[in-house]
């Protein structure tokens, strides 16, 4: 195949693989707007594919038409300007992982809220009821001498 520089990769390599990157994202993008996906999640991820969308046309220029033996300073700054971005994906990934842990703690503090309100709330009616049996009797009995106090 004749080209006019001397790249790393030809365009017809290049180019159909950067464009279904975009369509995916872009696919993505709007999938994350359905009202179940929280908002900080949705935040990030979306910067994220913002930075993905710029580096394809970037990554494509320094691949497929910079040629280093011609002119050196482009070739260099689409390179720099590729992995900067890669280097931004990577932090938002990071971002998104830390901000999946806050979600899931937050998830789960509040099935624990929700089932100790529910334990308390069963007691309370057995308590008011009298329906109280020999084994919850003795439970609370052993509670009580938790730590030597009776």
Known sequence: MFLLADVHVAPVITIPPAIAVVVAAVWYWNRLGRPDVPVSRKKIRRFSIVLIIVLMPVLVSALSFRDPTVDREAYVYSWMISM???????GTAIADALNSVRLHGKMLRGEVESAASELARVMKERAETGDVDESTAGDSRAS???????
């Not at 900067?84 to 990577?90: F, H, V």
């Not at 009580?144 to 009776?150: I, P, Q, W």
């Open 84 to 90: 900067g971005i890669l280097l931004g994906i990577m």
């Open 144 to 150: 009580d001498n938790v730590g030597g106090r009776r």
